[in-house]
């Protein structure tokens, strides 16, 4: 069964303290690794797509990187403004547009 | 390239009752998928359609339904709703290279 695991639940760190976010996954054929932020109240939006091992994608202060077990959000000298939840999702080959979320972390970023 | 709409926003309810919610994707993209999304529960994959279809089926009871019309707008409904069934909805709309661009939700409330 498709799964995907995100660790830690919550994350608290000060303003410019860099850290990881973690994403576990088992999937039969990754077509694609995704990571979304969602803001409380508002639907999840799309920050990147990870394709196979190796695979890095940067956009501002957060980088994504994908091995064939996991995936790490890494966020280089956080803002308060990137308080968020950060959700994992996986596509398999074969499912279409079905995609497994994880629960999530919920960052929160204090100046 | 105006977002993923949908209504309403708020949507309050009695047990027994039956709702109908609404979504328009981004124009051009003929894929809809639709999540329920709980504290407990996280985001939960319920079906995808495209092309008037039905392509993908999440783990839902029979009393979650769907379609989508010749114009890629989408409609979910669900019958004989119970209290457990208060969360929110989201639509996602599917883009060209898998990743989904959300929409803002309905929030249902069964009382």
């Known amino acids: 069964e498709d799964q995907v695991t995100q660790s830690p639940e919550a994350l608290r760190l000060q303003e410019g303290e860099s850290s990881s976010l973690n994403c576990s996954y088992t999937?039969?054929?990754?077509?694609?690794l995704f990571w979304y932020r969602q803001d409380p109240g508002k639907g999840p939006e799309f920050l990147f797509t990870?394709?196979?091992a190796g695979e890095e994608k940067e956009k501002e202060r957060l980088k994504a990187t994908l091995t064939k077990k996991e995936s790490f959000l890494h966020i280089t000298a956080p803002k308060p403004e990137d308080s968020a939840t950060y959700l994992c999702?996986?596509?398999?080959?074969?499912?279409?547009?079905?995609?497994?979320f994880g629960a999530g972390t919920r960052l929160f970023v204090k100046a | 390239k105006a977002g993923v709409t949908q209504t309403p926003r708020y949507l309050i309810k009695t047990r027994g009752q039956q709702v109908t919610l609404s979504c328009s994707p981004i124009s051009g993209h003929r894929s809809v998928s639709w999540y329920q999304q709980t504290p407990g529960q996280g985001l939960q994959f319920l079906f995808e359609?495209?092309?008037?279809?039905?392509?993908n089926k999440g783990n839902f009871p029979g009393r979650f339904s769907g379609r989508q019309f010749s114009n890629s707008r989408s409609e979910m409904n669900v019958s004989t709703l119970e209290l457990g069934d208060s969360a929110l909805y989201l639509c996602a709309s599917n883009g060209p290279d898998n990743e989904q661009f959300f929409g803002p939700g309905t929030r249902l409330t069964v009382l």
């Open positions: 999937v039969s054929g990754l077509r694609g």
């Open positions: 990870l394709y196979s």
């Open positions: 359609y495209f092309s008037e279809t039905q392509r």
């Open positions: 999702a996986v596509q398999a080959r074969t499912g279409g547009f079905k995609t497994i």
